[in-house]
Structure formats: structure tokens, C-alpha cells
């Protein structure tokens, strides 16, 4: 069983920065992706970032340029630094990976709120 916990939330006002974190724990025999997702009231879940096994990463066209996922593999951990926040960044943020114990299955985070104010 793995489970994922998101940390780094909070308000800010328009065009500061937040680091949110992603620790993941439990029998991982390896995280093969990882992402981050986002939900505002009433909008549906979107995808916000994600980084690949291989390396690859794709982001929002609304998030390019402002936000960064990372990972750190000794750690079992991934971030989204997001910067130059906009009041339609609001949302909760969702943390989800792809990992293997006996089998692949896809984990996702609680959520953490960020709320941007103008």
C-alpha cells in the first residue's frame, strides 16, 4: 500500500510563489510517473503537470513558464514550484503517482488549497 501526502498550501497574494510537496511512502518498488492535478468549485479536474519515468514532462498551457515539477528519487518525493501566482491558480492541488508494490496501481494525495488573492 502506498500512500501519498501533499504539503505546502496556503494563501498568497497575486505574483508570489509556493513549493508544494508530494511524500509518498509505504512498499514502493518504483514510481514509474507522477503528477499534479488541480480542482476549482464547480470545474472539473484538470492536469496541472506531470513527469514521466522517462523524463519526459508536460505542463498546462495555462501553467508554462510559471510552474515546475521535480522529483527527488532518494527521498520519495515530488514538487510543483509555482511561481508568478495568478487568483486563477485557486484550487486544491492533488498529488497522484503511478508505483509498483506487488502491482502497478495509480495513488493520489488529499489535496492541499491554495488560494490566490488579487
Known amino acids: 500500500q502506498v500512500q501519498l501526502v501533499e504539503s505546502g498550501g496556503g494563501l498568497v ?3 508570489g510563489s509556493l513549493r508544494l510537496s508530494c511524500a509518498a511512502s509505504g512498499s514502493i518498488f518504483s514510481i514509474n510517473a507522477m503528477g499534479w492535478y488541480r480542482q476549482a468549485p464547480g470545474k472539473q479536474r484538470e492536469l496541472v503537470a506531470q513527469l514521466t519515468d522517462g523524463g519526459r514532462t508536460n505542463y498546462a498551457d495555462s501553467v508554462k513558464g510559471r ?3 521535480s522529483r527527488d ?3 520519495n518525493t515530488f514538487y510543483l514550484q ?3 501566482l495568478k487568483p486563477e491558480d485557486t484550487a486544491v492541488y492533488y498529488c497522484n503517482a503511478v ?3 506487488t502491482k502497478t496501481r495509480i ?3 488529499q489535496g492541499t488549497q491554495v488560494a490566490v488573492s488579487s
Request: proline share 0%.
Open 99 to 101: 508505483a509498483v508494490t
Open 107 to 109: 495513488y493520489w494525495g
Open 73 to 75: 528519487n532518494a527521498k
Open 82 to 84: 509555482m511561481n508568478s
Open 13 to 15: 497574494q497575486a505574483g
Open 67 to 69: 510552474f515546475t515539477i
